[in-house]
């Protein structure tokens, strides 16, 4: 079992642009492959509340909340926030706010056997790297530049940390794999 951020990043390091949106990934022309096999290995995932507003707008979870169950299954997912947000009918979500180990601990008995996905934002996977709760960074490098945004990890993490562990190609993406250690 792993807590692995895997996500998508602009050439020059953003995952979400200055209006936090993520338009930009979906002009990509050609799709990949690579996330089928990933989320099978996925037994829960945690998110910010930035990303989980912009999905529940930009695909109108709240009028058509089958769609989380038809992307995310019975995959449990937990939502850190400080504000109210409205919760999509069905979908098993928990919001919570504050420090991450609590949450790292139940997502882990959660998850059982499988892996814990954390999907979004920086500043979130952040707060699991400084607690030593991260496993693996997976970023799928688009061909595409921002200029500014969300950046991928705002923390620094030294090479000490950082292994690179893979390379690949996967349509027009770069993925690069790193083990991240505490």
């Known amino acids: 079992m792993a807590t692995r951020y895997y996500t998508a990043t602009s050439l020059d390091g953003f995952i979400a642009d200055a209006d936090n949106s993520l338009d ?5 022309s050609e799709r990949d492959d690579k996330f089928s096999p990933f989320f099978a290995s996925i037994g ?12 529940l707008d930009h695909e109108k979870l709240l009028e058509q909340p089958a ?11 937990w939502v850190f926030t400080h504000r109210e947000l409205p919760r999509i009918p069905g979908a098993a979500i928990t ?8 949450v790292h601990a139940a997502m ?15 500043e979130l996977v952040g707060s699991f790297a400084d607690a030593g709760l991260l496993d693996e960074i997976i970023v799928g490098v688009a061909p595409v530049t921002l200029g500014s945004g969300a950046p ?9 940390r ?3 562990t893979g390379v690949e190609q ?3 993406f770069a993925y690069l794999t790193y083990r991240v250690s505490s």
């Not at 919001?95 to 609590?102: I, T």
């Open 67 to 77: 769609k989380w169950q038809e992307w995310y299954a019975d995959r449990p997912a």
């Open 44 to 55: 829960a995932m945690a998110m910010g509340a930035t990303t989980y507003e912009w999905v």
């Open 108 to 122: 882990t008995e959660a998850a059982g056997d499988r892996d814990i996905w954390l999907l979004g934002g920086g």
């Open 152 to 160: 991928l990890l705002p923390r620094r993490l030294t090479s000490a």
């Open 162 to 164: 950082l292994a690179l």
């Open 24 to 28: 930009w990934l979906f002009e990509v």
């Open 95 to 102: 919001f919570v706010s504050g420090d991450v180990r609590p």
């Open 170 to 172: 996967s349509g027009p």
